[in-house]
């Protein structure tokens, strides 16, 4: 659905996104991930046309942007970062407003300005005059306007940005819903968030992707991933932590070792799985008579590989 | 076509939606009468003409054309809006268009609510309707300018006081330079031995002052129309250019 080919942009001498290349099928829904600056609105904002590209190309549904832009918007609907909206209208106002622009009338465009009223829950608010309304209706408002063609293509950029965790979670679900039969870029600072909705996350930092996989994949790319956690006692931190060193199947040990006690990480030989280390451990502890309570293999988080791979150049 | 009727009715509904029109069109009528009645010498004439009327019309544009146009684009950009309008299934130019159509709309509603003035000489005397028309015309068209300008100019900047006061210099010069004393001031000096008299027309050529203060006389050249036309057209295209180039 969603091609994107070497897109670059430069600001004056600033590479914003470099020849960034991407696709998304129709059925998927691809997590946007990156810190402050790293060029996610960027690319979203060439990808709907809004911006053009320095070089590159994005074609949707087969219609390319530069070439026949009508046709490709008509495709996607988009939720700007800062979700703009028209301050001096009122929600069904605006609404019919971007209906209109989306090519219908009449009783048509009525269904689909009630159709989006009721998935974003505005009801309540429909005649009210948008700058009166609170940040987290606005920002529902203005998705209510991206999807109110019920598009093939979503890019929302920060969907759940300023919703109470009710709301965030009523976006989620139907950020998944409208998976399944859509193309759906989205962007966000919350690392559940893509756990929760995204068969896919691409990861960028300073315009280049750094990582690309499912949330799971990403997960073990962590360094952390597939260590043991051991907290244990019976002896002094110090002694503990000599002999889980000394244990066959371990490379390294860290962590903090305690008068009583030691807590930390295991890291496996490699080719070696954590199940044999911990069930190692667990025998350590019955021979020297010591108390675990905590023994389990790290499953790796999302938020750790984030760090990892976008902190290393802060330039 | 469809588009540019969706734009238009949207920001014609924001303007009176907003005080901000009817305040214009108040404000518009009482300069435009106060002027005439008070320095136009309306009454002292005695004659059925509304010559004295137009002759201060340029001079309140200045600031009126400005203050109809300035929220044009500054509006849309300091909301973000451009980013929606934009990404929408419509050309820009469709967007342009709506939008100078629904101020042009404006303007032509303040025009009307001076219709008064009409029916006045219309009672004193035998006024030449032709002359009144092509005044009205004439009027029409340097408002329509000064938006067109605006228009640009406003495409420019998210802050619209920068926008009326860059608007206003704008308007002030080109209808300063074809102001009567100026054009007199050029004909009479030379520079290095040549005479500037040939300033003088090329000016007045391109003023709105000159325009509009000869169509309120009655005199409705071909090259008037063209004028006002294509600097309606040449500022519209620049905010078209500007809009794609501050993307970039
Ligand atoms: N119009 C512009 N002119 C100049 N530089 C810009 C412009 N827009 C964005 N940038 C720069 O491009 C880079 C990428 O910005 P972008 O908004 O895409 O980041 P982001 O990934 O969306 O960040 P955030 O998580 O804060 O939303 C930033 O360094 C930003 O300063
Ligand atoms: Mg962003």
């Given at each position: 659905?969603?091609?994107?080919?070497?897109?670059?942009?430069?600001?004056?001498?600033?590479?914003a996104v470099?020849?960034?290349?991407?696709?998304?099928?129709?059925g998927?829904?691809?997590?946007?991930?990156?810190?402050?600056?790293?060029?996610?609105?960027?690319?979203?904002?060439?990808?709907?046309?809004?911006?053009?590209?320095?070089?590159?190309?994005?074609?949707?549904?087969?219609?390319?942007?530069?070439?026949?832009?009508?046709?490709?918007?008509?495709?996607?609907?988009?939720?700007?970062?800062?979700?703009?909206?028209y301050?001096?209208?009122?929600?069904?106002?605006?609404?019919?407003?971007?209906?209109?622009?989306?090519?219908?009338?009449?009783?048509?465009?009525?269904?689909?300005v009630?159709?989006?009223?009721?998935?974003?829950?505005?009801?309540?608010v429909?005649r009210?005059?948008?700058?009166?309304?609170?940040?987290?209706?606005?920002?529902?408002?203005?998705?209510?306007?991206?999807?109110?063609?019920?598009?093939?293509?979503?890019?929302?950029?920060?969907?759940?940005?300023?919703?109470?965790?009710?709301?965030?979670?009523?976006?989620?679900?139907?950020?998944?819903?409208m998976?399944?039969?859509k193309?759906?870029?989205?962007?966000?600072?919350?690392?559940?968030?893509?756990?929760?909705?995204?068969s896919?996350?691409?990861?960028?930092?300073q315009?280049?992707?750094?990582a690309?996989?499912?949330?799971?994949?990403?997960?073990?790319?962590?360094?952390?991933?597939?260590?043991?956690?051991?907290?244990?006692?019976?002896?002094?931190?110090?002694?503990?932590?000599?002999?889980?060193?000394?244990?066959?199947?371990?490379?390294?040990?860290?962590?903090?070792?305690?008068?009583?006690?030691?807590?930390?990480?295991?890291w496996?030989?490699?080719?070696?799985?954590?199940?044999?280390?911990?069930?190692?451990?667990y025998?350590?502890?019955?021979?020297?008579?010591?108390?675990?309570?905590?023994?389990?293999?790290?499953?790796?988080?999302?938020?750790?590989?984030?760090?990892?791979?976008?902190?290393?150049?802060?330039? | 076509?469809?588009?540019?009727?969706?734009?238009?009715?949207?920001?014609?509904?924001?303007?009176f939606?907003?005080?901000?029109?009817?305040?214009?069109?108040?404000?518009?009528?009482?300069?435009?009468?106060?002027?005439?009645?008070?320095?136009?010498?309306?009454?002292?004439?005695?004659?059925?003409?509304?010559?004295?009327?137009?002759?201060?019309?340029?001079?309140?544009?200045?600031?009126?054309?400005?203050a109809?146009?300035?929220?044009?684009?500054?509006?849309?950009?300091?909301?973000?809006?451009?980013?929606?309008?934009?990404?929408?299934?419509?050309?820009?130019?469709e967007?342009?268009l709506?939008?100078?159509?629904?101020?042009?709309?404006?303007?032509?509603?303040?025009?009307?609510s001076?219709?008064?003035?009409?029916?006045?000489?219309?009672?004193?005397?035998?006024?030449?309707?032709?002359?009144?028309?092509?005044?009205?015309?004439?009027?029409?068209?340097?408002?329509a300018?000064?938006?067109?300008?605006?228009?640009?100019?406003?495409?420019?900047?998210?802050?619209?006081?920068?926008?009326?006061?860059?608007?206003?210099?704008?308007?002030?010069?080109?209808?300063?330079?074809?102001?009567?004393?100026?054009?007199?001031?050029?004909?009479?000096?030379?520079?290095?031995?040549?005479?500037?008299?040939?300033?003088?027309?090329?000016?007045?050529?391109?003023?709105?002052?000159?325009?509009?203060?000869?169509?309120?006389?009655?005199?409705?050249?071909i090259?008037?129309?063209?004028?006002?036309?294509?600097?309606?057209?040449?500022?519209?295209?620049?905010?078209?250019?500007?809009?794609?180039?501050?993307?970039?």
């Open positions: 659905m969603i091609e994107v080919k070497n897109l670059t942009k430069q600001f004056g001498p600033k590479v470099d020849n960034l290349s991407l696709s998304v099928r129709k998927e829904v691809l997590g946007f991930l990156g810190p402050n600056g790293a060029g996610k609105s960027t690319t979203m904002r060439m990808i709907t046309g809004f911006l053009p590209p320095t070089s590159g190309g994005v074609t949707v549904g087969g219609d390319d942007m530069l070439e026949a832009p009508n046709l490709a918007k008509a495709r996607i609907g988009y939720l700007p970062e800062s979700a703009p909206l301050l001096d209208m009122t929600v069904e106002g605006f609404l019919g407003f971007t209906a209109e622009l989306r090519g219908k009338s009449g009783s048509e465009k009525k269904a689909a009630d159709r989006a009223i009721e998935t974003c829950f505005l009801q309540k429909r009210q005059a948008i700058d009166t309304l609170s940040k987290g209706y606005r920002h529902r408002t203005c998705l209510a306007q991206a999807i109110i063609h019920d598009p093939e293509v979503l890019i929302l950029d920060e969907p759940t940005d300023g919703l109470d965790p009710n709301q965030k979670d009523v976006v989620r679900n139907l950020i998944r819903e998976g399944k039969t193309a759906i870029i989205f962007s966000t600072h919350i690392l559940e968030e893509v756990e929760a909705c995204c896919r996350a691409i990861i960028i930092d315009g280049r992707i750094v690309d996989g499912t949330p799971q994949d990403l997960r073990r790319r962590a360094s952390r991933a597939g260590a043991v956690h051991v907290v244990a006692t019976g002896l002094s931190g110090g002694a503990i932590e000599k002999e889980l060193g000394g244990l066959r199947h371990a490379a390294r040990v860290e962590g903090s070792a305690l008068a009583e006690s030691f807590s930390g990480i295991v496996p030989k490699p080719n070696t799985g954590a199940g044999v280390l911990a069930a190692e451990i025998q350590l502890a019955g021979a020297k008579n010591l108390v675990l309570s905590e023994l389990h293999e790290d499953q790796g988080r999302l938020d750790d590989m984030f760090r990892e791979l976008t902190s290393g150049n802060k330039s | 076509m469809r588009n540019v009727w969706i734009v238009f009715k949207r920001e014609l509904i924001s303007y939606t907003t005080p901000l029109a009817y305040v214009l069109i108040i404000i518009f009528c009482f300069l435009s009468l106060s002027l005439c009645l008070f320095f136009g010498g309306f009454i002292e004439r005695g004659d059925a003409s509304l010559s004295s009327f137009f002759y201060f019309h340029p001079w309140i544009y200045m600031i009126f054309g400005p109809i146009g300035m929220r044009l684009w500054s509006e849309e950009h300091r909301m973000g809006t451009t980013e929606l309008l934009l990404t929408m299934p419509i050309s820009p130019w967007a342009i709506g939008k100078f159509l629904a101020a042009f709309t404006v303007l032509a509603v303040t025009l009307l001076t219709i008064g003035m009409v029916f006045t000489v219309l009672s004193l005397g035998e006024p030449d309707v032709g002359v009144i028309f092509s005044g009205y015309l004439g009027s029409f068209l340097v408002g300018s000064s938006i067109a300008i605006t228009c640009a100019v406003s495409a420019l900047t998210r802050n619209q006081i920068t926008c009326l006061l860059v608007s206003v210099t704008i308007c002030l010069v080109l209808t300063l330079i074809g102001f009567p004393p100026i054009s007199d001031l050029l004909r009479s000096s030379s520079f290095l031995g040549i005479k500037l008299g040939f300033l003088a027309d090329i000016c007045n050529g391109v003023s709105l002052f000159w325009h509009s203060t000869e169509m309120a006389r009655g005199l409705m050249r090259q008037s129309l063209i004028y006002f036309i294509s600097l309606i057209g040449f500022c519209l295209f620049l905010t078209s250019v500007i809009i794609r180039s501050k993307r970039a």
